[in-house]
Nanobody, 122 residues
Framework: VQLQASGGGSVQPGSSLRLSCVGS????????IAWFRQAPGREREQVSC????????YYVDSVKGRFTISKNNAENTAYLQMNSLRPEDTAVYYC????????????????WGQGTQVTVSS
């Protein structure tokens, strides 16, 4: 099982980025997938999660209305569309999968991607 995250970059406040997480060795449709982020000196936090069947999503309050999680089961890929980016969104973003549900606890995720850096600065 592998997860490959990409799409990060350095952008100005107010810009948009779309992160991708390509999965292999498993069927994404059967898994919940979450995006986490970790900024320097801060604990990792879950940004968003989408349940296995993709109809229910969760977001941390700070990104509600700006970020959208989705997945394309045919491509075995999940996305995080990030709009109206703010400097406080700067972090390394990770994708992770859970076989059954969207858990708030890092240790309940079975596999993790390698992370992609997002930097928002003027």
């Amino acid at each position: 099982v592998q997860l490959q995250a990409s799409g990060g970059g350095s952008v100005q406040p107010g810009s948009s980025l779309r992160l991708s997480c390509v999965g292999s060795g498993f069927t994404l449709e059967d898994y919940a997938i979450a995006w986490f982020r970790q900024a320097p000196g801060r604990e990792r936090e879950q940004v968003s999660c989408i349940r296995p069947r993709g109809r229910i999503t969760y977001y941390v309050d700070s990104v509600k209305g700006r970020f959208t999680i989705s997945k394309n089961n045919a491509e075995n890929t999940a996305y995080l569309q990030m709009n109206s980016l703010r400097p406080e969104d700067t972090a390394v973003y990770y994708c992770a999968i859970n076989r059954h549900y969207c858990s708030a606890f890092d240790e309940e995720y079975d596999y993790w991607g390698q992370g992609t850096q997002v930097t928002v600065s003027s």
